[in-house]
Structures are given as structure tokens and as C-alpha cells.
């Protein structure tokens, strides 16, 4: 990774003392990958945190990519590198590690088991025209056109 010119409060997330959490949020461009690649290049350089210790999270698959390259690109091997994981994966592991049978599934996915379980408990009759709606009600429980969806019952949670 190239020197970059780090602006203060770039700064103030790359040199944060090690003890302490940080969450970093700004607005789109404005440097985070780059920032947090540094900040976690000196965690294991500078403050030789184990990798192992650190976990650096986000919201898309392609920030995680993105983060990951470049968290790599700054962090000399065989020097390892930490995990980098969105939280919907990353609440999933843990969902997992707990014992829980989980799945992350897409919304066109989650509208289909929704449409096939008010169907089978006879809430939705299959040929009514306002399935649509019915089905669609419940978008506020998707977040960002991604379900969680668990259940300790392996019964429903294997369908």
C-alpha cells in the first residue's frame, strides 16, 4: 500500500489506543476502507494485537471485499490478517457457534416461504390477486434485501 496523506480525523481512527473499540461511519468515498486497513495494519504492527483479536465489520459483500484486499495489500505476511465479515455474516457464525440452524436468504426467497406458509396455514388463498400485498407487508423485517432467519427447531428451521 502507497503512503497516503491521512486527513485528521483519519488520523484520530489509525492511532485510537488499541484497548478501546472504535466504530468508524462516513459517508460514501470519504476514505474508510483505506482508514481502517491502516488502523488495523498498526493494530498488528504497531500494538501487536493478534490478529485473531480484531474484527472489522460492515454492511455490503463488496465493502468486505474491498476492505479485505486492502487490509491484506497493508499487512506484510506471514503476518496474518484479521477477519473481515459483514455483520449479517457474522451474526449468522455466531447464530451457528451457539448451536442455532440458521440461513441468510435472499428477499425474493423469503417472499416465496412467506407466500408458502400463509398458503399452507390457509391466510392466502394461492389464486387471490392480493398476494402481492399480503406477501410485501412485511418488508420492514428485510434489511437491506437480506433475512435472517433462525429457529432452535430443526423441524421449521430445515424447510
Given at each position: ?55 472489522v465489520l460492515t454492511f ?72 402481492r400485498g399480503t406477501v ?24
Amino acid at each position: 500500500m502507497a503512503p497516503i496523506a491521512l486527513d485528521q480525523f483519519q488520523q484520530c481512527v489509525v492511532g485510537f489506543p488499541p484497548e478501546r473499540s472504535l466504530v468508524v461511519s462516513a459517508c460514501a468515498g470519504s476514505g474508510k476502507s483505506t482508514t481502517l486497513a491502516l488502523r488495523t495494519k498498526a493494530l498488528v504492527g504497531r500494538w501487536a494485537v493478534p490478529a485473531d483479536r480484531i474484527l472489522v465489520l460492515t454492511f455490503s459483500t463488496r465493502s468486505r471485499a474491498d476492505l479485505t484486499s486492502k487490509i491484506s495489500e497493508a499487512i506484510v505476511p506471514p503476518a496474518p490478517t484479521p477477519t473481515v465479515a459483514t455483520y449479517h455474516a457474522h451474526a449468522l457464525s455466531i447464530l451457528r457457534a451457539s448451536g442455532m440452524r440458521a440461513s441468510i436468504i435472499a428477499r425474493r426467497d423469503a417472499y416465496k416461504l412467506m407466500k408458502e406458509l400463509l398458503t399452507s396455514l390457509g391466510l392466502l388463498n394461492d389464486g387471490d390477486k392480493s398476494a402481492r400485498g399480503t406477501v410485501s407487508a412485511p418488508r420492514g423485517c428485510c434489511a437491506r434485501g437480506v433475512w435472517c432467519m433462525c429457529d432452535p427447531n430443526p423441524d421449521v428451521a430445515g424447510r
